[in-house]
């Protein structure tokens, strides 16, 4: 395109749909190069917020406009990928961060800057469009976002919402996980393998780990519990289906959806009628004194090994409707 000679105005208003814009494209419209660099200087009425990308206002960027800078300064062919795409898939279950990760071509040359990283790739993913920003698909920007996350709880939380919420599939997420980066990957094998075992959320990790230890029969997690007649009980946490013991981690905190504590209440009151050994337990007790939970545990399944086991019939959710 070339350079204009007189300041085409109208025309940086249209192409800064954010108000944020390329010193290159300023220059093509004619605003000259002068007039760039003294009103983005400090003080200026505009502000630059990566190399060669200027915003045409003063004052605190939008999370728009530096998701707009990011694309604009990481070129033709790249995506918003990790947490800034997450948030714009809509998911919720994520640490705040201004930090926007974006993928680009393997051959291009652009380094990390001010609040972007940049990640040059070889497996650049077909983009979506998401809040009217290109993003890659939310399976990729799930894991290259848990690849980054500092703690396993953080990971659980955000892939369990993404899989709670139907919006990806934990097979899809385990194979992204094994085709893509190496970095990060071994918090990502230790949560899909909960999401596997139908895990939904950090407290249900806590307890998954803790029961592998207790020497007990096989726990199945987050069954549709149904009696006699075929109407639910419950879905408890836990279920030991030899002996009908349930387990439940009772926190609204850990849980996306809380059905509320009347239902709770409710569910308990249903289960402990049909004859099923209900456990509950905090998910504070877990992280604190494991051993006196185990105990617990232990001691509730000799308990439900002395009476006959209820007619109550289990529903894994490999079977379930999706």
């Known amino acids: 395109m070339p350079r204009r000679t007189i300041a085409d105005w109208d025309g940086v208003a249209t192409a800064a749909t ?18 760039v660099y003294h009103r983005a200087s400090i003080g200026g009425p505009w502000k630059r917020l990566l190399p060669g990308v200027i915003m045409l206002s003063s004052g605190t960027p939008t999370r728009e406009q530096r998701l707009d800078a990011a694309l604009q300064y990481a070129g033709t062919g790249a995506m918003i990928t990790g947490i800034a795409a997450c948030r714009l898939h809509g998911m919720t279950q994520f640490p705040g961060t201004e930090e926007v990760h974006m993928l680009i071509p393997e051959a291009r040359k652009r380094a990390s800057k001010e609040f972007v990283e940049i990640e040059r790739t070889t497996r650049l993913p077909r983009p979506a469009s998401q809040g009217g920003f290109r993003v890659a698909p939310l399976v990729r920007a799930l894991l290259d976002a848990a690849r980054r996350l500092p703690t396993l709880d953080q990971v659980r939380a955000l892939l369990a919402e ?90 609204l905190n850990f849980h996306l959806r809380p059905a509320g ?62």
């Open 261 to 322: 504590y009347e239902n709770t209440v409710r569910r308990h009151t249903l289960m402990t009628a049909a004859g099923v050994v209900v456990v509950h337990t905090l998910p504070k007790h877990i992280r604190s004194n494991p051993a006196a939970v185990l105990d617990e545990l232990r001691r509730s399944y000799q308990v439900a090994r002395q009476r006959p086991r209820p007619r109550v019939t289990a529903v894994p959710h490999t079977t379930e409707r999706r």
């Open 162 to 251: 993404a899989v709670q919420r139907g919006m990806v599939t934990a097979e899809a997420l385990a194979k992204e996980a094994k085709a893509g980066s190496r970095r990060g990957v071994a918090r990502c094998r230790v949560v899909l393998e909960e999401l596997g075992a139908n895990v939904h959320s950090a407290a249900e990790g806590w307890a998954y780990r803790l029961a592998r230890k207790a020497g007990l029969p096989r726990m199945q997690w987050n069954v549709r519990l149904l009696g006699p007649d075929g109407k639910l009980l419950g879905v408890p946490d836990g279920w030991i289906d030899e002996v009908g013991l349930a387990w439940q981690i009772d926190s």
């Open 18 to 35: 954010y108000g944020v814009i390329t010193a290159r494209a300023l220059d093509e419209l004619g605003v000259p190069r002068q007039t």
